[in-house]
């Protein structure tokens, strides 16, 4: 496979629920992202890793937890979540950080009952 | 706070028509501007801008930027039913300022046959 692939493509979860988000990326990317993209809202950016290490949290809140084990992997664990989480959650990785080209993968679908 | 706005949000065209999509920004130490196109998930990378007056072209789509009047241009000539999307427009700052890229809420193009 090749550019980032995002599983699941489609979630539902209640808000007592525990899931995590997958990303995985084959471009041999030093820098991974997650964004949040609402209905009639920019992308919002959730978090930034750059060589494994965060150097973004842009005050999201504890429910949501990144981690990034390696510079290909990246995932998104959620806990109790709420109604308004429900969103289009885009990974999105870059040779190195920052204001440079990101490429996106196709996102996971997740609605909070 | 960094800020990109688009305009217009939304835009209907018929095949053949040329579009003019614009992106306006305040970034701190700017280094770059991106325009992406989203049709369903995924926004696919366009162009990277970093100098003004170079126009980039890539087929039907060019794109140039006004670092004077902070601002960039995305055109698309001839266009087709399948040129139908979000475009998105993002900039971002140099390294040493948080050079996270922020993004505008995007301009839905629907190109009718």
């Known amino acids: 496979e090749t550019g980032v692939t995002q599983t699941p493509r489609h979630l539902v979860m209640g808000m007592t629920n525990k899931k995590s988000l997958k990303c995985e990326q084959h471009?041999?990317?030093?820098?991974m992202y997650w964004y949040k993209q609402s209905a009639k809202k920019p992308l919002e950016l959730m978090f930034v890793?750059?060589?494994?290490?965060?150097?973004e949290n842009n005050s999201v809140p504890s429910r949501f937890s990144p981690e990034c084990p390696n510079s290909s992997h990246l995932f998104l664990h959620l806990h109790t979540l709420q109604p308004e989480d429900s969103a289009l959650y885009l990974c999105?990785?870059?040779?190195?950080?920052?204001?440079?080209?990101?490429?996106f993968g196709p996102g996971t679908r997740l609605t909070v009952t | 706070e960094d800020k990109v706005v688009q305009s217009p949000l939304s835009l209907v065209v018929h095949e053949g028509d040329t579009v003019t999509l614009n992106c306006s920004y305040e970034v701190t130490n700017f280094r770059s501007l991106l325009w992406y196109k989203q049709e369903k998930k995924a926004p696919t990378f366009l162009f990277m801008l970093?100098?003004?007056?170079i126009e980039k072209k890539s087929g039907r789509l060019s794109s140039i930027l006004d670092k004077k009047e902070l601002f960039s241009i995305l055109n698309i000539t001839a266009t087709q039913t399948g040129d139908s999307a979000v475009y998105l427009c993002a900039a971002g700052g140099m390294e040493t300022s948080g050079s996270r890229l922020t993004f505008g809420e995007g301009t839905q193009l629907t190109v009718n046959p």
């Open positions: 999105a990785s870059s040779l190195v950080e920052g204001a440079y080209e990101q490429y």
């Open positions: 970093t100098s003004s007056g």
């Open positions: 890793y750059n060589f494994k290490e965060q150097t």
């Open positions: 471009l041999g990317h030093n820098a």
